[in-house]
Nanobody
C-alpha cells in the first residue's frame, strides 16, 4: 500500500519560513519523480516544485522561484520543501505527489500517488 504523509504545515507570518516533509512508503521511492502541489480555495491545484528521482533536476513554478527549494533524501524516502519569504498568496493546502514523470510535468493527473495534504497559512 502506497502512503505519502506530509508534515510541517502551519501558520506563519508573511516573510517567514516553513519546511514541509513528505515521507513515502510502499513505492520504490528512488525511481519516482517527487512533486509538491498546492491548492487554494476556489483555485485549481498547481505545481509548486518537482525533483527528479536522481535529485539531479528540479523544476519550480514561476510564483515560487527563488523563494522555495525542493530536495529529497532517497536513503530515508523523504522529500522536502523549504519555503522562505512566504507571502499571503502562498496560503493553500500543500500536497506531495509521486510519479514516473518528467520533472517539468505540471498536470496533477499525471502523478500516480498523492498524500493527504497539509495546510499552510500565511498571515499578512
Amino acid at each position: 500500500q502506497v502512503q505519502l504523509v506530509e508534515s510541517g504545515g502551519g501558520l506563519v507570518q508573511a516573510g517567514g519560513s516553513l519546511r514541509l516533509s513528505c515521507a513515502a512508503s510502499g513505492i520504490i521511492f528512488s525511481s519516482h519523480t517527487m512533486g509538491w502541489f498546492r491548492q487554494a480555495p476556489g483555485k485549481e491545484r498547481e505545481v509548486v516544485a518537482a525533483v527528479s528521482w536522481r535529485n539531479t533536476r528540479k523544476y519550480y513554478g514561476d510564483s515560487v522561484k527563488g523563494r522555495f527549494a525542493i530536495s529529497r533524501d532517497n536513503a530515508v524516502n523523504t522529500v522536502y520543501l523549504q519555503m522562505s519569504s512566504l507571502k499571503a498568496e502562498d496560503t493553500a493546502v500543500y500536497y506531495c505527489a509521486a510519479g514516473r514523470v518528467d520533472v517539468t510535468t505540471t498536470r496533477p493527473d499525471e502523478y500516480a500517488y498523492w498524500g493527504q495534504g497539509t495546510q499552510v497559512t500565511v498571515s499578512s
